[in-house]
Antibody, heavy 119, light 107 residues
Framework: QVQLQESGPGLVKPSGTLSLTCAVS?????????WSWVRQRPGKGLEWIGE???????NYNSSLKSRVTISRDRTKNQFSLRLTSVTAADTAVYFC????????????WGQGTLVTVSS | DIQMTQSPSSLSASVGDRVTITCRAS??????LAWFQQKPGKAPKSLIY???RLQSGVPSKFSGSGSGTDFTLTISSLQPEDFATYYC?????????FGQGTRLEIK
């Protein structure tokens, strides 16, 4: 059973950089899967941020594209999210998730981590 | 971006009822439609992918159907644990997009 666990600072200052890591256990990040980030603002719906494949290929939400970077570390079996120039609007619970390639959708999710942007 | 519109936004039902939630895409998405269940303070749970295929371990009381732009999630014989918010998601085109959610409440 694949498990994902987000980690990172829970508080980030405005104009700063949000950095989160998702540790993957029970499976290799070097597999036929897309590794994704999804966020949920307080009281709102789900928003797809982006994803990375084992080859390093990335896809990002165009609404965030200029500020977001997703990377992976095969040696640590983890992937990361970096979001720059954050504002209060980036306050959200951030989830990491796995999406197998092909016709499959996200199957496994991390528990989520709340990141608050505030001075 | 493809807009996903769910209806209704909220729904009240009783234990034992059968309910249907609709999701409409602003353009055709073939069968790349997924459904997720989310309870307060929890991560989403994956229910259905490719319109009608159940994720591993999901009971058969959940079923999905549709094609093109119109899709449905049906939940039969509602139990207390089924009351949650449900989201559809298209993953045919980037950016991947979600519906706004349907809150299923106990009547």
């Amino acid at each position: 059973q694949v498990q994902l666990q987000e980690s990172g600072p829970g508080l980030v200052k405005p104009s700063g950089t949000l950095s989160l890591t998702c540790a993957v256990s029970g499976g290799s990040i070097s597999s036929s899967n897309w590794w994704s980030w999804v966020r949920q603002r307080p009281g709102k719906g789900l928003e797809w941020i982006g994803e990375i494949y084992d080859t390093g290929t990335t896809n990002y939400n165009s609404s965030l594209k200029s500020r977001v970077t997703i990377s992976r570390d095969r040696t640590k079996n983890q992937f990361s999210l970096r979001l720059t120039s954050v504002t209060a609007a980036d306050t959200a619970v951030y989830f990491c998730a796995r999406k197998p390639s092909g016709e499959y959708s996200i199957d496994f999710w991390g528990q989520g981590t709340l990141v608050t942007v505030s001075s | 971006d493809i807009q996903m519109t769910q209806s209704p936004s909220s729904l009240s039902a009783s234990v034992g009822d059968r309910v249907t939630i609709t999701c409409r895409a602003s353009q055709g998405i073939r069968n790349y439609l997924a459904w997720f269940q989310q309870k307060p303070g929890k991560a989403p749970k994956s229910l259905i992918y490719a319109t009608s295929r159940l994720q591993s371990g999901v009971p058969s009381k959940f079923s999905g159907s549709g094609s093109g732009t119109d899709f449905t999630l049906t939940i039969s014989s509602l139990q207390p644990e089924d009351f949650a918010t449900y989201y559809c998601q298209q993953y045919d085109n980037y950016p991947i997009t979600f519906g706004q959610g349907t809150r299923l409440e106990i009547k």
